[in-house]
T-cell receptor, first 111, second 115 residues
Framework: NAGVTQTPKFQVLKTGQSMTLQCAQD?????MSWYRQDPGMGLRLIHY???????DQGEVPNGYNVSRSTTEDFPLRLLSAAPSQTSVYFC??????????FGNGTRLTVT | GESVGLHLPTLSVQEGDNSIINCAYS??????FIWYKQESGKGPQFIID?????DKRQGQRVTVLLNKTVKHLSLQIAATQPGDSAVYFC??????????????FGSGTQLTVLP
């Protein structure tokens, strides 16, 4: 049972490039979400999904897209990377009403 | 906007002593609160949660206290061990879902356990 798996672990992008951060969970959790964590700060919610086919915006959604075609996968797309998107990105999942279970993050640097 | 904040950014305790980490929140509509532990290079790890209809909840060596009158949350760790050294985050869920759907995190407290 792998839990929440995020790939890649590290990524360097140039300004303007696009990429997709992958997130997969094998616990059949309905709820999934993406957070970013900047140095010395707590996590901020980017997007979340309460089930396959349903997504919604969090606190800081600009510059990011998500989709939820299956229960297991919740990819995060950066459309045109900017230095302000340099951060650590965490994906999380949970069953309804239960605490979030986090992956170990993707460390993204945009130059 | 409303946010979750912490009283102290760092806390050092002697091994074996009890630790208390405090958190203030400002949204009276928040209905769910949760504490996470984050070790370097890892994702947040769930410690304990509490819903707004409770004022205390206990786990293994940890207790969370919720004071809705003053909008204050605390995490107590009994007999602190070296493995407890980490950053601790409190978070609140705004709204009435009673779950972790839209968490707002505090900035964290670095707990250091001294030998």
């Amino acid at each position: 049972n792998a839990g929440v798996t995020q790939t890649p672990k590290f990524q360097v992008l140039k300004t303007g490039q696009s990429m997709t951060l992958q997130c997969a969970q094998d616990m059949n959790h309905e709820y999934m979400s993406w957070y970013r964590q900047d140095p010395g700060m707590g996590l901020r919610l980017i997007h979340y999904s309460v089930g396959a086919g349903i997504t919604d915006q969090g606190e800081v959604p600009n510059g990011y897209n998500v989709s939820r075609s299956t229960t297991e996968d919740f990819p995060l797309r950066l459309l045109s990377a900017a230095p302000s998107q340099t951060s650590v990105y965490f994906c999380a999942s949970s069953p309804p009403g239960a605490p979030l279970h986090f992956g170990n993050g993707t460390r993204l640097t945009v130059t | 906007g409303e946010s979750v904040g912490l009283h102290l950014p760092t806390l050092s305790v002697q091994e074996g002593d009890n630790s208390i980490i405090n958190c203030a929140y400002s949204n009276s509509a928040s209905d769910y609160f949760i504490w996470y532990k984050q070790e370097s290079g890892k994702g947040p790890q769930f410690i304990i949660d509490i819903r707004s209809n409770m004022d205390k909840r206990q786990g293994q060596r940890v207790t969370v206290l919720l004071n809705k009158t003053v909008k204050h949350l605390s995490l107590q760790i009994a007999a602190t061990q070296p493995g407890d050294s980490a950053v601790y985050f409190c978070a609140e869920n705004k709204g009435s879902s009673g779950s972790a759907r839209q968490l707002t995190f505090g900035s964290g407290t670095q707990l250091t356990v001294l030998p």
